[in-house]
């Protein structure tokens, strides 16, 4: 297992060295004496390209299943290129080491027939299939789920696209982005007075990742616990945004009511809300009842605290601007460690907001082992971010980095029962 403590990082090349050499060295074997996972076993095939899809089977492969991801002989996943490079020039995205962790690289041609017939044969063997291409593509290929659970009939294929496998508008074209605007989260977003802003991740995608992994999971199980036939999981990106968007369809559907943008405040559960302090900016969620009452103590304001109609929060929330306005009449006053240490000797919830080098020097964090500290094939440290959930007796673990374009594909292929000959052809006719 390439893991070691977490580390602290840098503000300064001194800063850094001196929290690398609390780090234990890097390293890139797995360690055979550590669990292979609650996951092992599983032979997942993963059929996609860039954020959801892979997010998915990243997933899957951190709790031990087997990954074996596809991609196009003529430069792979495009994320391989996207925003940090490693080297500066010409080199591999940052993000690849941590999507792509755990992963068999295979290349393969999906429009070449004997691409096709790999694929298939992979397929027979696989507890999963994961796509996000868009809807029909697969299909055109041989390569669509009625094709291939005729081959293995307990396959599950999680199908990740921007609408879903019908209704009018599965063949458009669908990234996070839309379904973020189509599924209600960027109408919510932001202040009334300006457009709604973006997220700065592409929480669209990874929302509806989390929803293909949770449905495989269900499938698996039930395909393990009540006969054996696999399923189809279809996820629109636009439907995994809209499952999270709390109250607002039962708001306009018996009160007519629209939610809309009220900036850093949750609208309706009161206080809850940015506030500034003398050195920048602070949260603090301070909506139940007793910490409520907790909270205007701990700023002055016993008059609030023992207010009967500030008691519960529906008497809160017509008084949201008295309220806020006396929490930030207090927190201007305070410098942001003053402001936490008051607030958390009354243990009202309250944090700073995070910048990522606050993370790599945050207790917490460290306690946690939260950030890890790994090597890439020519020695240069790269901290990437732990595995989430933990797992108490088969906790996920990065065996190896992101890997090169087509690593292994030999060895898979070999597997399959292709001999050194064919691969030589399969390489020579642009198939692998």
Not at 26 to 42: C, I, N, Q, R
Not at 48 to 72: H, N, Q, S, Y
Not at 187 to 209: K, V
Request: net charge negative.
């Amino acid at each position: 297992m390439s893991a070691s403590s977490s580390s602290s990082t840098p503000t300064s090349p001194a800063a850094a060295a001196a929290a690398r050499s609390q780090t234990a060295a890097p390293e890139s074997v797995p360690d055979p004496s550590t669990p292979k996972g609650a996951l092992a076993g599983v032979k997942v095939l993963e059929l996609g390209t860039l954020i959801a899809g892979p997010f998915a089977a990243r997933m899957l492969a951190e709790f031990g299943a087997e990954v074996i991801k596809i991609e196009d002989p003529a430069g792979g996943d495009p994320l391989r290129k996207w925003r940090k490079l490693h080297p500066a020039e010409g080199g591999t995205s940052l993000w690849w080491a941590v999507q792509a962790r755990n992963k068999k690289s295979v290349t393969v041609n999906l429009k070449h027939p004997e691409g096709q017939d790999i694929v298939r044969r992979l397929a027979a063997e696989a507890d999963i299939v994961i796509e996000n291409f868009r809807p029909g593509l697969l299909e055109r290929f041989g390569l669509g789920y009625e094709q291939l659970s005729a081959i293995n009939p307990g396959l599950i294929m999680v199908r990740l696209s921007g609408y879903g496998q019908t209704g009018p508008y599965r063949d458009r074209p669908g990234f996070g982005a839309i379904a973020e605007s189509m599924g209600g989260l960027r109408h919510i977003t932001g202040y009334p007075e300006l457009p709604p802003p973006r997220i700065g991740i592409s929480i669209g995608d990874s929302i509806a990742a989390l929803h293909g992994v949770i449905g495989a999971m269900m499938a698996l199980h039930h395909r393990n616990a009540h006969g054996g036939r696999g399923q189809m999981v279809d996820v629109a990106l636009y439907e995994a945004v809209f499952n999270l968007m709390e109250s607002v369809v039962p708001e306009y559907s018996v009160a007519g009511m629209v939610r809309e943008r009220t900036g850093a405040a949750l609208p309706g559960i009161v206080p809850s809300n940015t506030y500034p302090c003398a050195d920048g900016m602070i949260v603090i969620g301070g909506n139940s009842d007793p910490i409520f009452k907790r909270l205007m103590c701990a700023i002055g304001r016993q008059d609030l605290a023992d207010d009967p109609g500030l008691a519960h929060n529906d008497g809160r929330v017509p008084r949201t601007q008295e309220i806020d306005d006396a929490i930030g009449a207090w927190t201007r006053t305070q410098p942001i460690e003053a402001a936490l240490g008051v607030l958390q000797g009354a243990d009202v919830p309250a944090s700073r907001i995070y910048t990522v080098a606050d993370m790599f020097t945050d207790p917490q964090f460290i306690a946690r082992q939260m950030i890890q500290r790994h090597a890439f094939p020519d020695g240069t440290p790269i901290d990437l971010p732990n595995i989430s959930p933990k797992l108490s007796e088969t906790p996920g673990q990065t065996q190896w980095l992101g890997p090169e374009l087509g690593a292994h594909t030999d060895e898979v292929l070999r597997h399959l029962g292709y001999d050194a000959d064919q691969i030589f052809k399969l390489r020579s006719n642009n198939v692998i």
